[in-house]
């Protein structure tokens, strides 16, 4: 019997088994652990809140979608969607969201933060100063970002005679988890 047509296998075998672990089977696997389901399950608004301060917009979107399957549309969560939408310029439904939020948790002062915010993007400086103001009150004005959001609202307010020559650019600064700070731009 010639080994010269069983020489290819024998090989095989032989460096398979040169391999780490030799032919047992190896603990490191390339595949993702399984799931305990006894295990505690991570609450997804504040996986959310996580992701906006990492500046991962659209995760931060799908977890608050998440959040909003798992805890219906509390104010909480709309108020984070509405934020994460203003995060992505969505400003047509961040200001959806924002009033939505305001309007179901009137006492939230980011929400109305987060609302002048986008009223100030829009070029609505009357409205945004009012909401600012309401921001304020709610906070007892502890935030210094709405208190700077509030001043800089007021003194737009104020020179918004000027011409278009003369108009600053703004930025939106993130402050915290759902808070955001009018910034002039440099």
């Not at 006492?107 to 109305?112: F, H, L, Q, V």
Request: overall charge negative; hydrophobic content about 45%.
């Amino acid at each position: 019997m010639s080994l010269g047509r069983f020489w290819p296998g024998i090989l095989i075998l032989g460096l398979a088994a040169c391999g780490p672990g030799g032919f047992s089977a190896s603990g490191d696997t390339v595949f993702a652990p399984s799931v305990d389901p006894r295990g505690a399950a991570v609450d997804q608004l504040t996986v959310g809140h996580r992701l906006m301060a990492a500046g991962e917009y659209e995760l931060a979107l799908s977890s608050f979608r998440l959040a909003a399957a798992e805890q219906g549309l509390t104010p909480e969560v709309v108020s984070a969607l509405g934020s994460v939408n203003l995060a992505l310029g969505r400003l047509n439904q961040a200001e959806d969201l924002l009033r939505r939020a305001t309007k179901d948790d009137p006492d939230s002062p980011e929400a109305w933060n987060n609302l002048g915010v986008v009223l100030i993007e829009r070029g609505e400086t009357a409205e945004a100063a009012q909401v600012f103001r309401r921001a304020f009150a709610l906070d007892n004005g502890e935030s210094v970002a709405i208190r700077d959001n509030l001043r800089l609202a007021l003194a737009k307010l104020e020179n918004s005679q000027y011409g278009a020559d003369i108009e600053q650019e703004y930025k939106l600064v993130r402050r915290g988890s759902s808070d955001f700070l009018i910034r002039p731009a440099q």
